[in-house]
């Protein structure tokens, strides 16, 4: 009977092996690749709860309608929530920008002119989301009441930018509304002079909201 040499033994159980770990490390490349790729988060400058429901959830309302894109600044007039502002409230901001681009800070948009029809889908939204209308008008008005859907405010990302807003807003007029929304600017120009006005504690305690 034929008996296999020890070194070939040794030599066909070391191919075996390396045959072995190679298969091994390829699935492990696999699997790492396809667990990035689901856990991977979407980018998003939005610190507004509304700006986790994204465009593709929003049916058939969407840029048109002032749904933002990731990305937009004040100087996007592509896009209409940005076109659609108030002419002198987009000018300030602009204003503001560019200055604020001195200190390495941009402006980014996560919300602005909004349409009727966009505004009552982010209320039903928010309804569900939190539970109750009465929860819902502390973060969404309605489209009757809304100073996105008149063009005449915007929300600003990201967090340096709101930072650089709160020391020199006031000298553009560009003002907080209300504490619960930091990100939340309108213009007060009457503020240029002094100081911006003290904020409401949500939207429900705005006059303009019991219209």
Known sequence: MNRIPPLARTTSRRIRWLLFVGLT?????????LVHQVAKPSSSSAASPLNTLR?????????????????????????????????????TLRQAATDAADDGVEFYVNSGWRSREYQEQLLREAVSKYGSEEEAARWVATAETSPHVSGDAV??????????LSEHGAEYGLCPIYRNEPWHYELRTDAIDGRCPRMYADPTQDPRMQQ
């Open 55 to 91: 465009i593709e959830d929003r049916g058939a309302l969407g840029e048109a309608d002032g749904a933002v894109p990731d990305g937009v600044t004040v100087f996007d007039d592509a896009i209409p929530a940005v076109a659609n502002l108030d002419p002198d409230l987009l000018r």
């Open 25 to 33: 490390v390829v699935i492990a490349a696999i699997t790492a690749t």
């Open 155 to 164: 929300d600003i990302g990201h967090s340096d930018a709101a930072a650089w």
